[in-house]
């Protein structure tokens, strides 16, 4: 309940209220024109005084923050948590808030708005109860202005909806948890639109320019992955067994050596063998004329030679075959030679072959701690890799499994706010039994209210005849929070107040503002709360009701708009 309204301004107004139905009237004094307005009397301010005091924040077009009003300070006292509190805070310094009175303040008496608004949630709604990491939980804000409905927020376009940009998944959080639901599922909801919309985002981006290169297709990069994965894991297991030899580069060079050398044995070899060949057929060629030939030569000689050539014939026979033989004896003299140049060199072949055999043995199972660390580079290349392709690989199984993971959640949350419903029907039915019922007192074909699960959240309508009337939309959002104050009040949390801006009777028919101010009365009397009304004074009375009288309910500050000083304020800026 809010007991009074006050400020450090000379000129204001101060307000006190009491239990119960309050109507501050704007009055048009005889003899104003019709140029002189009553918009600026003060109706709406009074609202945005009351949430500039519960913690709004206080941008640079808030009314307590223009020039002519920065330097004041406003206040309030209420009852918080069961104990009536003093309140104030002034636009030049918005972010402290003043406060006197209440226990469960521990005779702190400034906060920071942040603290204040904790405490309101705490007091007002029990919201120091929800774990911080419960994703789209209520807030005090988003919960109060359900109660304190803002012209300026666009809070008069439809009853589910206390702010004309507020999202589903904000509304459907802080309805659910009004009305005693569970709001869990719709904070799930908001997740669900949350990943569609980054899908989307993705899926755009996936689409056009290099970013759809760098993802790539799933089935591409599952391909990839394994190969890499597979690399990576055959070079850990050679780094696994591998083993360091600080003499590898010493043993490598003399495997070398022992190759060139083993190269150039064969390579001598090789001109020997030639050379085996060339001497075995000059062996075999060297055949020397026989000696009938020898002896026809001679004979041919002797017709031609003197004797004397004739009588050495035995002689030329002997020289002949010492120089047959000399000739193979050296000829074969060379072949062995050569032949055991080519026999050591295999024997010496076979040494280095040995040897070599030997360190290569060696090199196959150890490595050099050069090529260790260059193991480990290249395992921490791959490895980096791997990990690039896996996240390349999950996002890009994720962008197109995602699609179908959503529709699988969608569905499941609407069996869970189904089965809510069923486990919750005696609180749905009160709310819906409660809207109705004040319909009723509205209208003689009430109108009523339907929650439906649909795949995107519960979805509020309220089906009343000529519904499309602004004046019965605003009856609806009447109905709608008058709803919410039975049912919060029934439960111990709200703020025990209702108040509503004049503009929420903005072309109502005159019958149905009476009626809705006797059952706004009736209704704060039963529950034993308040509920505060701006009206514009004609609008107020253009109706009567018997048994009814509105000047019962009038605050003795009434607004006029036939002076300067006739304001909330006491000056018009």
Known sequence: MIHRIFSSLETFKGLEFKTGLNVLIAQKEDGATDKQTRNRAGKTSL????????????????????TALSEQTFGMELDVGGERI?????????????????????????????????????KMFGLHTIEEDSGRAPT????????VRRQLSGAFTTPEKQAAMQQAGDYQVALLFLLGLDWKIASDWQKVRDREKTLKELKTAAG?????????????LRTELTVAEARLS?????????????????????????????KELLNSNTIDKATVGDLQKAIQSETPPSLT??????????????????KRYEEVKSFHESVVRNRRDYLTGELEAVQARITSRERTKASLDARRAEVMNILQSHGALEQFVQLQGEAGRLEAEVESLRQRFESAEQLEGSKNELEIERNRLTLRLRRDFSEQKD????????????????????????????????VFQFPMQGSRSKGIKNMQIFCFDMMLMRLCAKRGIGPGFLVHDSHLFDGVDGRQVISALQVGAKTAKELGVQYIVTMNEDDAFKEKIEGFDLKDYMLPVVLTDAKEDGGLFGFRF
């Open 47 to 66: 609202v945005e005084i009351i949430h500039f005091l519960t913690g709004a924040d206080a941008g640079k077009d808030s009314l307590c923050r223009s």
């Open 86 to 122: 003093k309140v104030s805070r002034s636009g030049k310094e918005k972010s402290k808030i003043e406060v006197g009175g209440g226990s469960f303040l521990g005779g702190k008496t400034r906060l920071t708005n942040s603290e204040w608004v904790d405490v309101l949630g705490e």
């Open 140 to 147: 005090f804000r988003s919960l109060f202005a359900y109660f």
């Open 208 to 220: 056009t320019g290099a970013f759809g290169s760098i993802i790539g297709k799933a089935s591409d």
């Open 234 to 262: 055959a070079l850990k297991a050679q780094i696994a067994s591998f083993r360091i030899l600080p003499q590898y580069d010493e043993l490598e060079a003399e495997v070398n050596r022992l190759t060139r050398e083993t």
């Open 293 to 310: 030939e020898l002896e026809g030569i001679y004979a041919e000689a002797g017709i031609v030679l003197p004797g004397v050539a004739i």
């Open 427 to 458: 609180r749905l039915s009160e709310a819906i039994l409660a809207f109705e019922e004040t319909s009723k007192g509205l209208y003689e074909s009430a109108g009523s209210m339907t929650i439906e699960e649909t795949s995107n959240g519960p």
